[in-house]
């Protein structure tokens, strides 16, 4: 299961957006919001699909796709040398497969800013400064170790030195390791570093109901931000982790009257899940059955064969045949029967990529 390390400035709202994830009520037939330990939570993928393929297949049990959202305490500027237990957080970071950048989008004076100046597109700077400034300590750390492996002239170790010289001098530039447009081959050699600024980032712009909210005050510090974030290559949402921790505590049919009394008409939740799940790349197929309607996650691009591992390694190394149809088809057709009738089921061999919302039976030996 992949992780997304949720990270940014103490008191932006980390942590409430971590219990909301952790502790909302979802109905019963859907994967339950679970806590593993105090600082990492599974969290079901909302997905209408697998509701409608259940009650086609009159299935007994729904299982969402899933994905891990991991609480790092708040970073501050120096974290990178130290400062804040900074190289504890930036380690938790480097495990994870992406990063959600939780950023105060605003003003309250009853709510303290570490810097007393609640301008986002500095707060997005501070930490991805101390991103830059610990990868570049890998990257270091690791030119040094292979030195003696150029100078005899290992051709690996010279095409990784190629590699980390290129990163290094986007780290000099301030710029994050994404930009520096690295091979295949290269990201390949340098993957063991588990650089923190080759993460895809996803930015959280935190609200609050019924305050200064910078997206409509027109001041200039919203449209900053935005800028900064196109700029970086990020993706970026508006939420209001407090009215989502709050909406825990309201029953599912009143939700949708307390959001509207509240300004915060869309769940808040459900769109940060489906785009933390987007910025890691991944899709979901299904397979459904009288027993149960199940997405199962995979790499975008994935081949048949390696989308079956995610059932069973067998399905890896074994397979033979997949038999794949839309779910929009398998639904308009009414049944297997009708849907094979009218062509709309295939048989796909080991070169096919799956697609987002195939339905998939697979055969192996």
Aim: hydrophobic share 45%.
């Amino acid at each position: 299961m992949l992780k997304i390390g949720i990270v940014g400035l103490p008191n932006v709202g980390k942590s409430t957006l971590f219990n909301a994830l952790t502790k909302a009520s979802v109905p019963a037939e859907n994967y339950p919001f679970c806590t593993i330990d105090p600082s990492v939570g599974v969290v079901g993928v909302p997905d209408t699909r697998l509701r409608l393929l259940a009650e086609f297949s009159h299935s007994e049990k729904i299982i969402p796709a899933a994905i891990e959202f991991v609480d790092i305490a708040g970073l501050v500027k120096g974290a990178s040398e130290g400062e804040g237990l900074g190289n504890q957080f930036l380690a938790n970071i480097r495990e994870t497969d992406a990063i959600l950048e939780v950023v105060r989008f605003f003003d309250d004076t009853a709510v303290i800013h570490v810097d007393n100046d609640v301008e986002p597109y500095k707060d997005i700077e501070v930490i991805n400064l101390e991103l830059i400034l610990a990868d570049a300590e890998q990257v270091r750390k690791r030119r040094d170790k292979i030195a003696g492996d150029v100078k005899r002239g290992l051709k690996e170790a010279i095409a990784e030195e190629a590699a980390l010289a290129r990163l290094s001098q986007a780290f000099t530039a301030g710029a994050l390791a994404q930009s520096a447009r690295l091979t295949e081959s290269e990201i390949k050699a340098v993957a063991p570093l588990n650089l923190l600024t080759m993460k895809p980032i996803l930015y959280a712009l935190n609200k609050k109901s019924g305050g200064h909210n910078l997206d409509e005050l027109a001041d200039g510090r919203a449209e900053r931000a935005h800028e900064l974030i196109r700029m970086l290559g990020g993706r970026s949402l508006y939420l209001d982790a407090a009215v989502e921790r709050e909406l825990n505590d309201v029953a599912d049919d009143d939700k949708a009257g307390f959001r509207q009394e509240l300004g915060v008409p869309d769940d808040g939740l459900a769109g940060l899940i489906i785009a933390a799940y987007e910025t890691l790349g991944l899709i979901s197929y299904f397979t459904t059955g009288r027993d149960e309607t199940r997405a199962w996650t995979i790499k975008r691009g994935s081949t048949a064969p390696v989308a079956g591992a995610a059932i069973h390694n067998d399905f890896l190394n074994k397979f033979i045949r997949a038999e794949v149809i839309s779910w929009k088809d398998l639904l308009t057709a009414g049944s297997y029967a009708a849907a094979r009738e009218k062509g709309l089921v295939r048989t796909e061999g080991k070169e096919y990529v799956v697609k987002d919302g195939d339905v998939i039976e697979f055969l192996h030996g």
